[in-house]
């Protein structure tokens, strides 16, 4: 969906560094998801956040953490990139309630070298 | 958290054949959302089931929830080749709240 934005598109970067990445939305929800997948993988849950002030840890938190910034930034950071974490990164939203669908961002590919 | 099996993992079919994937759970499901996939794309929201034996169509997609909300199929009927790409089951993690993805199953459509 053009309304939830991730940035950069794609990113190559070396081992050890920090990175950031980041997504925007602009269709009012609440909840924002961050996802990664592995070639032949469905997506697994890093981390999600039901409002500002909710952070909740996924199925594959290690190494990765996030802030919520305002009801409409997600970002997820790797404080210490390493290779096994190439992957594509998508960034979802979802309105409040249960069992609403998510709206996805286009994605982040990630290669750490 | 809950864990769901989709097979195939791949199908690959002539233009006009039908398909199906189907998704297992070993515990009773509350309801399962369908997306697709597309080649370098994001995953798209299709449908959600929520009763038991639930029957819902979209053009040529027919998608089931099972009597026992434990398993759930998607149904093409006459493939085309707008159809390619990786459909995924996803079920409400009632723990996390949040939802788990299956490991997909990636159709490729022949000409």
């Known amino acids: 969906d053009a309304d939830v934005t991730q940035t950069p598109r794609n990113r190559i970067t070396k081992t050890g560094k920090r990175i950031m990445l980041e997504c925007s939305q602009t269709k009012g929800h609440d909840r924002m998801y961050w996802y990664r997948q592995d070639p032949g993988l469905g997506l697994r849950l890093i981390y999600y956040?039901?409002?500002?002030?909710?952070?909740n840890k996924g199925e594959i938190s290690d190494g990765y953490s996030v802030s919520r910034q305002a009801q409409a930034k997600f970002s997820l950071s790797l404080e210490s990139a390493i290779p096994n974490q190439t992957a594509l990164y998508f960034c979802?939203?979802?309105?409040?309630?249960?069992?609403?669908?998510?709206?996805f961002g286009d994605g982040t590919r990630l290669s750490i070298l | 958290g809950q864990q769901v099996m989709q097979i195939p993992q791949y199908q690959h079919v002539q233009e006009g054949e039908d398909f199906t994937t189907y998704c297992n759970s070993s515990t009773t499901l509350s309801n399962i959302q369908w997306y697709k996939q597309r080649p370098g794309g994001h995953p798209v929201f299709l449908i959600q089931l929520v009763k038991s034996g639930e029957v819902k169509k979209q053009k040529r997609l027919t998608f089931q929830f099972g009597e026992a909300k434990k398993n759930s199929s998607l149904h093409i009927t006459a493939t085309q080749t707008t159809d390619v790409g990786t459909y995924f089951c996803?079920?409400?993690?009632?723990?996390?709240?949040?939802?788990?993805f299956g490991s997909g199953t990636r159709l490729q459509v022949q000409p």
């Open positions: 996803v079920l409400m993690d009632t723990g996390r709240r949040a939802l788990t």
């Open positions: 979802a939203t979802s309105d409040f309630g249960p069992n609403q669908p998510q709206h």
């Open positions: 956040s039901f409002d500002v002030k909710d952070i």
